[in-house]
């Protein structure tokens, strides 16, 4: 079968750095998306990696690996607008497959 | 219009009554999805229309949902005899091309939210 795997909850304080990693099994692969979505609303493209390596997007990077079949996305000086929810999906043949989504908790 | 654009944006239905929802993709856009998202919950996938080709309805739950899109743009979801356990939000989004082949962007509308009283 085809599944992502990503925490369902992390907590993080103002100002600091978050990782969310996202692993993945599909059977087909044309590259790894990170959406965000905050309660209520809809979700918004953050970013997208085809290829090994880091993506950066202002406070936002994205990391992908094929060969591990796991990819992260690293929020950087977090502030309190970025609590939402944040989801992997992969591409695989003319959709995405998307994981459950990370519950992202920011403290002051 | 600019983004895309679902309605209604809440419908409050009795068990048993059919409902439509209706998705007006991106201009220019060929791919369009119907997602199905509970409560704290990811996105389920219902369906996916390319272009012209035949839609791929293998997410659709059962046979009381159904889903057309005409004219290559608006798309229509209609559930027939809603359940209580058809309650969630339902998201549209497009997308330039397949999805999966490209930048893996998809647009999405802002949902229509169902609730089956």
């Known amino acids: 079968g085809q599944s992502l795997e990503q925490p369902s909850e992390v907590t993080a304080v103002e100002g600091a750095i978050v990782q969310i990693n996202c692993t993945y099994q599909t059977s087909g692969f044309y590259g790894l998306s990170w959406y965000q979505q905050h309660d209520g609303g809809a979700p918004t493209f953050l970013s997208y990696?085809?290829l090994d390596g880091l993506e950066e997007t202002g406070r936002f990077s994205s990391f992908l690996s094929r060969s591990d079949s796991y990819g992260y996305l690293l929020l950087q000086e977090l502030q309190m607008k970025d609590s939402a929810s944040y989801f992997c999906?992969?591409?695989?043949?003319?959709?995405?497959?998307w994981g459950a989504g990370t519950k992202l908790i920011i403290k002051p | 219009g600019a983004g895309v654009s679902q309605s209604p944006s809440n419908k409050v239905t009795e068990k048993g009554k059919d409902v439509e929802l209706r998705c007006d993709p991106i201009s220019g856009h060929t791919a369009l999805y119907w997602y199905r998202q509970s409560l704290g919950q990811g996105l389920e996938f219902l369906i996916y229309?390319?272009?012209?080709?035949?839609?791929?309805k293998s997410g659709l739950p059962s046979d009381r949902f159904s889903a057309e899109r005409t004219g290559g743009s608006v798309s229509t979801l209609t559930i027939q005899r809603t359940q209580q356990e058809d309650s969630a939000v339902y998201l549209c989004?497009?997308?330039?091309?397949?999805?999966?082949?490209?930048?893996?962007?998809?647009?999405f509308g802002e949902g229509s939210r169902l609730t089956v009283l």
């Open positions: 990696n085809g």
């Open positions: 999906a992969v591409g695989s043949n003319y959709q995405l497959i």
């Open positions: 229309f390319q272009g012209n080709s035949a839609p791929d």
């Open positions: 989004a497009s997308s330039i091309t397949a999805s999966g082949l490209h930048t893996g962007e998809l647009f």
